[in-house]
């Protein structure tokens, strides 16, 4: 192996200016222009060994790669290549020839380091969730009570100079519906509210197709139909001078037209729902001074109709 020398040595206690002759003239040319020695011829002829162990002190320094110096012990070669050499814990190489090496790699040790982000990350309890509120029932509204229905008003009596209801029963009148009926409730009655107008009649109540006759006899005045109304109906002036109104009497059931005389009980027409009615039923009048005639007007016949059906007739 060959080495290029390059360690210039020097005293550090005395002068080695006769060392350094012999040297020199040991090496020749070799060490001036930096040639390269085999350290085997030397160590063979058994002249440098004697030269540096003799010539240089115990302690000296070599120039190291970076151009600095580093002290080193000299000791001798147990091979035989003689010289003085570096221990490899001296200077800043690590060989023992005193061929620098690099430090081993040291990696640096981590340093703990929060991000922003993390360190704005602490731990916060998780707030607990609401519980949904229940729901508030309303409170009941209090519901007005039922009106009691008004009671049914007696029969008004006729006024005066009008023939009474004992009158009519003993000319022989009779009851105009034939089979079973009522007279309803208060919405029935003569003088109820109706919408735009009171109610002019008495309702007989009773199934439909069941006869209507003439209590008294007369002759009738007119028959027609009012669709908004009272549907088919006729009218009568009677011998005694009131005038009787029929209506919602049963489609195609009129027996009688217009001029036509009538006795007390004969046919006039059959119980119907015609016209605005909401069930079969008689809508009987009883008028004074004459039926829709100028200065006439209904009266309550519910007197006469419960005569009539007191006697049976």
């Avoid at 063979?44 to 070599?62: C, F, I």
């Avoid at 004992?166 to 029935?188: D, R």
């Amino acid at each position: 192996m060959r080495h290029a020398f390059k360690a210039v040595v020097r005293t550090t206690t005395v002068p080695l200016t006769s060392s350094l002759a012999t040297l020199m003239a040991t090496l020749g040319l070799l060490a001036p222009i930096g040639g390269l020695v085999s350290f085997g011829t030397v160590a063979s002829a058994g002249v440098l060994t004697g030269v540096l162990a003799g010539a240089l002190p115990t302690e000296a320094h070599a120039l190291d790669s970076t151009g600095g110096t580093a002290p080193f012990t000299a000791v001798t070669d147990t091979v035989g290549l003689g010289g003085a050499v570096a221990p490899a814990s001296q200077g800043t190489g690590g060989s023992e020839y005193g061929v620098l090496v690099p430090k081993p790699h040291t990696t640096p040790k981590p340093t703990s380091h929060k991000s922003s982000h993390a360190a704005r990350q602490t731990h916060v309890k998780p707030k607990p969730k609401a519980k949904p509120k229940t729901p508030i029932k309303p409170k009941p509204q209090p519901q007005p009570k039922p009106q009691p229905k008004p009671p049914v008003p007696a029969p008004a009596s006729p006024p005066a100079g009008v023939p009474t209801p004992a009158q009519t029963v003993t000319e022989g009148a009779v009851f105009p519906v034939i089979g079973a009926h009522s007279f309803g409730n208060a919405e029935n009655r003569f003088g109820a509210a109706r919408e735009g107008h009171v109610h002019e009649g008495q309702d007989v109540l009773a199934s439909e197709g069941l006869q209507v006759v003439a209590p008294l006899g007369g002759t009738i005045i007119t028959t027609a139909y009012q669709a908004g109304g009272a549907g088919w109906y006729a009218a009568e002036h009677t011998v005694d001078g009131l005038d009787f109104f029929y209506a919602h009497c049963q489609a195609s059931s009129l027996a009688v037209s217009t001029g036509e005389a009538v006795t007390a009980g004969q046919a006039i027409c059959k119980v119907g729902q015609t016209g605005d009615a909401t069930g079969p039923h008689l809508h009987f009048e009883v008028w004074v001074g004459g039926w829709q005639a100028k200065g006439g007007y209904p009266i309550d016949p519910l007197a006469y109709l419960e005569a009539w059906e007191a006697s049976g007739g």
